[in-house]
C-alpha cells in the first residue's frame, strides 16, 4: 500500500527555523516526483514545488522561489520542505504528494498533512 | 484572483448532475490537460481526474472530466450527500512555468 505519512504540527515563532518531512513507503520511493502543497486557512491549494529523488532534482514555483528549501533522502525515503526564518504568513497546512507518471499535474497519493502555525 | 477561474460555489439535490468549469487561457489549459482534485471537510485532496478524462483507478464512474478550448469541466452525475467538498482543477501553465490550481469550488448537496 502506497503511503506517505508526514511529520506532526508545528507552532513555532516568526523568525524560528523549520524542517517538516514526508516518509514514502509500500512504492519506489526514488522513482517518483514529490510534490509540496500549501493551504492557507480556509483558502485553496497552491503547488510550492517538486523534487525527484533519485537526483534530488527539484523544481520551484516562482511564488515559493527563494522562500523554502525542498530536499529529499533517498536513502531513508523521505522528502522535506524548510524554512529558514518563518513568518506569521506561513501559517498553513502543507501536504505531500507524489505525483503520478501518466501527468504532469497528477497527484495520487497525498500525505494526512503537517499544519504549521507562526505565532508569536 | 487565480488564474484559473473556478465558480466559488455549486449546488445540487440528490441524484442531480452538476457541471464545475474551470477557465483558462491558451497558456494553461488551452496547451496542456487538466487534473481534478475533491478535498472533503477536513482531510486531504484527492485526485477525482488526470489527463481531462481519464479516472484513476477507484474513482466512480459518475465523475467525468472534459476539456474544449481553454475550458475544462468537471461533471457529477447522480449527486451524493458524500460530494459535498471542495473541488479544484490544476493544470500547467507556460508563461508562470508553474502549476497552477483553480480558486475552488465548493459544492454543497442540497
Known amino acids: 500500500e502506497v503511503q506517505l505519512v508526514q511529520s506532526g504540527a508545528e507552532v513555532k515563532k516568526p523568525g524560528d527555523s523549520l524542517k517538516i518531512s514526508c516518509k514514502g513507503s509500500?512504492?519506489?520511493?526514488?522513482?517518483?516526483?514529490i510534490a509540496w502543497v500549501r493551504q492557507m486557512p480556509g483558502k485553496g491549494l497552491e503547488w510550492m514545488g517538486t523534487i525527484y529523488p533519485a537526483d534530488s532534482d527539484t523544481r520551484y514555483s516562482p511564488s515559493f522561489q527563494g522562500q523554502v528549501t525542498i530536499s529529499a533522502d533517498k536513502s531513508i525515503s523521505t522528502a522535506y520542505l524548510q524554512w529558514s526564518s518563518l513568518q506569521a504568513s506561513d501559517t498553513a497546512m502543507y501536504y505531500c504528494a507524489r505525483l503520478e507518471v501518466y501527468s504532469h499535474t497528477a497527484l495520487g497519493y497525498w500525505g494526512q498533512g503537517t499544519l504549521v502555525t507562526v505565532s508569536s | 484572483q487565480s488564474v484559473l477561474t473556478q465558480p466559488p460555489s455549486a449546488s445540487g439535490t440528490p441524484g442531480q448532475r452538476v457541471t464545475i468549469s474551470c477557465s483558462g487561457s491558451?497558456?494553461?489549459?488551452?496547451?496542456?490537460?487538466v487534473s481534478w482534485y475533491q478535498q472533503l471537510p477536513g482531510t486531504a485532496p484527492k485526485l477525482l481526474i488526470h489527463t481531462s478524462n481519464q479516472r484513476p483507478s477507484g474513482v466512480p464512474a459518475r465523475f467525468s472530466g472534459s476539456k474544449s478550448g481553454t475550458s475544462a469541466s468537471l461533471a457529477i452525475s447522480g449527486l451524493q450527500s458524500e460530494d459535498e467538498a471542495d473541488y479544484y482543477c490544476?493544470?500547467?501553465?507556460?508563461?508562470?512555468?508553474?502549476?497552477?490550481f483553480g480558486g475552488g469550488t465548493k459544492l454543497t448537496v442540497l
Open positions: 491558451s497558456s494553461n489549459i488551452g496547451g496542456y490537460s
Open positions: 490544476a493544470t500547467w501553465d507556460d508563461s508562470l512555468n508553474a502549476v497552477l
Open positions: 509500500g512504492y519506489n520511493f526514488i522513482a517518483y516526483w
